[in-house]
């Protein structure tokens, strides 16, 4: 399916009313530059991004119950016809049990983190550090207030800018399994922007989660390196306060790789070389990608427990290297 404001509503209309996976990161299938794939006369799209001869799904088929299966096997089709595999990224557990009674190899992949906004307090001696160093933000002259995108495309830009420049030459922004900013989706995201002597000096955008944990995801998010401590969190502890008093219940911190590993969480059929590989990338991979500076950010909020995602192989034996290295070619890592 093209780019059209059609093929826009159809993945909306999909991702808010087909919520049985509980996907909190679904919205990212409205990023630019993914592409949807629809079936006539069934009822659902799959978001996914090409990769050299793979093509990366995000999450499971986002489709009415009765179409979910028969999606899922037109677009493995789709894959093979033109000689093609399918590996799927982010998949939630009920997920990964109907690709692996479908022929896949599946194996967990990491966790995502949510908080519940009703119980939620930064008071007690859990958070003193992070009431610190938001007191030292707001000394520092942090303002933070909800803007519109359009309004502050310099600002963001100078801040990406200098963001990826702290990161070393060879950094590239991620993309796919994390959000953007701007688009035709943009109008359903929010951002919130944290200022210092009027001068933005941080972002963090929020996308929309439906389902029983309907609320919004802390999603991307960049600050100026300037070492001012407290940044993000203070940004952060102000947008839950606003959200509380909107109503939302939760709050959503999305996927990191490598995170809330588990023995029980494997499926049967699991790949246990692959199992050995996600561990070894959580104690040794941080020049691959930082999981435990994400995990230690998402971790200070106090999270519910850890919800695991999965990774899904087309084929039996499938889980290689080299189809699991295209996850993070889709992701532009590399």
């Not at 808010?16 to 794939?37: C, K, V």
């Not at 800018?161 to 702290?166: G, Q, V």
Request: hydrophobic fraction near 40%; charge should be negative; include cysteine.
């Amino acid at each position: 399916m093209s780019p059209t404001a059609t093929a826009e509503n159809t993945v909306l209309a999909s991702i808010r009313q087909h919520t049985a996976s509980e996907n909190p990161s679904a919205f990212l299938a409205m990023s630019q530059g993914i592409s949807a794939f629809t079936a006539p006369g069934l009822d659902g799209v799959i978001a996914y991004r090409r990769a050299g001869r793979y093509l990366v799904q995000l999450g499971g088929p986002f489709a009415a119950p009765h179409d979910y299966l028969p999606l899922l096997d037109r677009f493995v089709a789709h894959a093979h016809e033109q000689d093609l595999k399918v590996v799927g990224a982010q998949l939630q557990r009920a997920d990964a049990e109907v690709y692996a009674e479908h022929g896949f190899t599946v194996n967990q992949f990491g966790s995502s983190w949510v908080v519940h906004l009703p119980e939620f307090t930064l008071h007690g001696t859990r958070f003193m550090r992070m009431r610190n160093k938001i007191s030292r933000a707001r000394r520092a002259g942090l303002q933070v207030k909800e803007a519109s995108a359009r309004e502050l495309t310099d600002a963001i830009r100078h801040i990406d800018e200098a963001w990826l420049r702290s990161k070393g030459e060879e950094a590239r922004p991620l993309e796919f399994l994390v959000g953007q900013i701007g688009g035709p989706a943009q109008e359903h995201r929010r951002l919130f922007v944290g200022t210092i002597d009027s001068q933005p000096v941080g972002y963090i955008s929020y996308s929309p989660v439906y389902g029983t944990r309907a609320g919004w995801m802390h999603d991307l998010s960049r600050r100026i390196p300037d070492g001012t401590p407290g940044l993000m969190e203070a940004i952060n502890a102000h947008v839950i306060e606003v959200l509380r008093g909107e109503g939302s219940h939760w709050l959503h911190f999305g996927f990191t790789p490598f995170t809330g590993l588990a023995q029980e969480n494997e499926l049967p059929g699991h790949s246990a070389a692959f199992q050995w590989l996600m561990h070894f990338l959580w104690a040794e991979g941080a020049a691959f990608y930082p999981a435990q500076t994400q995990l230690a950010y998402k971790e200070k909020w106090a999270p519910e427990a850890s919800i695991p995602e999965y990774v899904a192989f087309d084929g039996r034996e499938a889980a290689s290297l080299s189809a699991f290295a295209h996850i993070f070619r889709a992701c532009n890592a590399f």
